[in-house]
Structures are given as C-alpha cells and as structure tokens.
C-alpha cells in the first residue's frame, strides 16, 4: 500500500484506542487506570511499581548518556493532505563514557507516537524487533544501532494502519562502552502527522520535545535499570 493509501487509512482509522500510558500521578486514593499501578518510589502510575524504599541501581550511571535520547521526525512542509508532511532521516550517535566498560542487561523504557515499521529477518514480539531489515521503501523506520554487542533493534514493529502510541519496556545486552546511534528516517520523505482520530497531537507525560506538542513523529528511550550480566 502506498503513502497516499496510508494517509487514507488513517484519515479512516477513527476506531484507534491506545492504551493507558504511565507517569500520570496516582489518584488520591491511589488508584491508577486499568492495566496501570501506584508505583510508591514516584506515586505515578506504572506498569510496574518499585518499592519507595528500592535500593539504588548504581549500574543506570554508566548509561546516564542514553537515558533521555530521542528519535525526532519533525514535520517540514506540509502537503495538504491533513494527514502527512515532508521529512528527512536523522541519526543521532554517542558513545557511552565508562572508565570500567563492562557487559550490562539494561531495561529501557520506550515512548512515543510513530507510524508502524515492516521488518523481515528479526525476532522478537509486538513493537521490539531484535535484527532483520525493512521490506518496504515508505513506512518510517525508527532503529537502534549498538556497536557491542554489534545489533540493531527496531522499536516500532508494529502491523497497524496510521500512528501508534508506544509504552513499553524491554532488556537488551550493551557493553557500557558502546556506541550507539539512534536512526529515524521516513524513507520517501514523507511521515503521518502527529495527529490523533479527534485531529489533535498526542503528547505524552514525561516526554518533553520541542516543539511541544510536537508535530511529526517521535520517541524516547529511559534506562530503567542496568544489571551486570
């Protein structure tokens, strides 16, 4: 299905429905949305809560450079459709700073609002996809690169017609002194807007782009813990 096609889909897509995201605050009572928890170490709604008196991770310092990073497609011009704008590929590159580089399991939590990727060759389930390449030359591809281990993850391994709302956690293996790259790119120059099934942007609590709300396509990823393997 081509681009045009696309931006028709979800022109139509009035049924989408995300679900709860986390880092709202509890209610006073302490209740969270379905599917959410109280976390007490931060009294916001989670998908998994850490006790308040949680001992701290000292391995998160080593991956302080990748906690905060953003995938960012801005809109350029727009093309009058109401549903998609002009855009070009970004890559963002840094390497990790750790005197004492080591082998770590690191959860990361990954947010957003991105038009779904199709990925052959890669394992993995729903939004996470570990390897394998693109099999089409209009959908967004939203990649990290790690040199060590050497792989490449894909976060929006998604099978759905017009934009998604990412919220979810996964572990990966990186050395502390890694290089890594984070790779956005509409590939025909063109991405979905960030606009929701009632024509306003999604913004996401926790999630500070600029502009805000932001008008294309974008996502961050949040260490969450770093364990040694």
Known sequence: MGRFCWALALAGAGCFSPAPLGGAPCAENGS????????????????AGVPADAPPDAGTAAFAALSGRQWLLPCGMHDGSGTTC????????????????????????????????????????????????????????????VSRPPQHYFINGLRSDGLSVLDYTVTLPINSGATIDLVSDGQDMLELENLGSDGLPYTLAGVTTMPQPYDGEFAQIDVISAQLE
């Open 32 to 47: 969270c949305p379905d599917t959410l928890v109280c976390s007490p170490a931060t009294k916001t709604c989670e998908h």
């Open 86 to 145: 002009a855009c070009a590929s970004s890559s963002v590159g840094f390497m990790l700073q750790d005197a004492d580089p080591r082998d770590y399991d690191v959860t990361v939590r990954i947010r957003g609002v991105v038009e779904g990727g199709m990925y052959s060759s890669a394992t993995g389930v729903d939004e996470w996809l570990v390897g394998g390449r693109e099999t089409t030359t209009y959908l967004g591809i939203f990649r990290i690169d």
